[in-house]
């Protein structure tokens, strides 16, 4: 029988990257096998992401240029999968000629199925039925080869944050099972995977019995193969004292945490149905760094929300400012079709695209100051870095990540990935450190 060899192209978050590789694994279950060259492929899938607009036109423009193909491989089989299907799957397939199929969220277990029948019928399908269920426990995902491995904790989200169409997309939240999520973690580590991220959309929500996401990671941590332990996203209104307690006693968990703030403005936060003030934001940012002094922390700010004054700008500005962040991640907001905050009754308080981008442009030139000054107080530190791979930009330089989320590179022999090194940093730029290997 014909090998027949499948591709997928993920956009979008780390919960997309886990689900190419729980698809990926389906896949190959089923005999089909993955390959890394588009232009061998038989069956070619997009994993997309809605998130934002931007992101969804990215994903419809590529699918459309990868249609031509077809022109020379008429049997080449075009799928889409993840949030732009579950948001519009029905109408793309009959808008995009190319495609052949698209399958939703909930849906990615007929996958073997469909692309059966694409390849007996060239029939076009889509399934997009949500399933608040389904979180895929018994799926083995397929990685591949490398040091760090994410493990899906839970799936969708009920918060309803007025701008996200995640809750839409994904369905409401369900948690693993823990014992499950426990194996494999552990089956990870052995096969390699010593840094693992917990991933869910608000992980401080998960809830197994009585099993609450302090204790989880506490279990987690006690897996022997596993170095060490990451997590996102957390939600500021569920990080309990409890967290940042087992954070600091957990040698394994890293002295990391993303913890999204979205604005600094309590107006805008309530129109945001955050359910935080930046006071109680405050409060958690005091108490981690009164727990571990080192911590790194990252988050993801939003501008231009309906009703965003200039006075709210500042404020959020302000406390970036305050706050000085290792990284953020900074977003113009996007009105999603049927979420509260693109309701046209919202909507009257719209701020105009040029301001958005100017409020932007604005975070993003203070947060690459702070990032840059924050990385070259790294200068001079030992630092241990689990090596990945070999540098893109210098053959002869490793490139690892630190404890706390930094990426690192340093000359180094091939045979030192996969192993954690003592590194002393010299020079930093604003994305990278630079170091040198110590002998002890
Ligand atoms: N569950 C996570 C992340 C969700 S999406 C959380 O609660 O933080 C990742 C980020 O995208 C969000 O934190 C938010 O900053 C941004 N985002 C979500 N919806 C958006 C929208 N409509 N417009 C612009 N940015 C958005
Ligand atoms: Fe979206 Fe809010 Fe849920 Fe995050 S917590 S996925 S921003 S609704």
Request: net charge positive; hydrophobic share 35%; aromatic share 8%.
């Amino acid at each position: 029988m014909k090998q027949i060899k499948f591709f997928i192209h993920t956009y979008g978050c780390q919960m997309n990257v886990a689900d190419s590789e729980m698809v990926a694994g389906l896949l190959i279950k089923s005999g089909y096998i993955l390959t890394k060259d588009i232009d061998n492929a038989d069956i070619i899938i997009f994993n997309s992401c809605t998130v934002r607009q931007h992101a969804e036109d990215r994903v419809i423009g590529r699918i459309t240029q990868e249609g031509s193909r077809k022109k020379t491989k008429p049997d080449l089989i075009i799928g889409l999968i993840g949030c732009v299907a579950q948001r519009c799957g029905e109408e793309l397939l009959q808008k995009i000629d190319c495609l052949d199929f698209t399958i939703g969220t909930a849906q990615y277990r007929l996958l073997p199925k469909v692309i059966e029948n694409c390849l007996k019928n060239n029939c076009s399908t889509s399934f997009l039925q949500t399933n608040h269920n389904e979180n895929y426990s018994d799926i083995f995902p397929y990685r591949k080869k490398g040091v760090n491995a994410f493990v899906t904790i839970m799936r969708g989200c009920n918060n309803f944050c007025s701008y996200c169409i995640v809750p839409y997309v994904r369905g409401r939240e369900r948690s693993r099972n823990h014992l499950e999520i426990l194996k494999e973690i552990e089956i990870a580590g052995n096969r390699g995977y010593k840094d693992i991220t917990l991933l869910g959309q608000n992980v401080n929500s998960y809830k197994d019995d009585n099993i609450d996401f302090p204790t989880l990671l506490k279990m987690a941590s006690r897996i022997d193969p596993i170095r060490r332990l990451r997590f996102v996203t957390s939600h500021p209104k569920d990080l309990s004292e409890k967290l940042i307690d087992v954070m600091a006693s957990e040698e394994k968990i890293c002295e990391h945490l993303h913890l999204p703030l979205q604005s600094g403005s309590d107006k805008i936060l309530e129109k945001m149905n955050r359910g935080y003030t930046a006071e109680k934001y405050i409060s958690i940012i005091e108490k981690l760094r009164n727990t571990i002094p080192d911590v790194a922390l990252t988050t993801d700010v939003m501008v231009g929300f309906p009703g965003e004054t200039e006075k709210d700008f500042i404020d959020t500005y302000n406390l970036m400012k305050k706050f000085r962040f290792d990284y953020a991640f900074t977003f113009k907001y996007s009105p999603r079709d049927g979420t509260a905050s693109a309701n046209p009754r919202v909507n009257r308080e719209q701020v105009d695209e040029e301001i958005r981008l100017e409020r932007l442009q604005k975070l993003i030139a203070l947060q690459e100051k702070i990032t840059y000054e924050k990385y070259r107080e790294q200068i001079g530190k030992n630092v241990e870095v689990y090596v990945e791979k070999i540098s893109k930009k210098n053959k002869n330089d490793l490139s690892g990540k630190t404890r706390d989320n930094k990426i690192t590179v340093f000359p180094g022999e091939k045979n030192l990935i996969g192993k954690f090194i003592k590194v002393k940093i010299i020079d930093a730029t604003g994305w990278t450190l630079k170091g040198k290997k110590q002998n002890i």
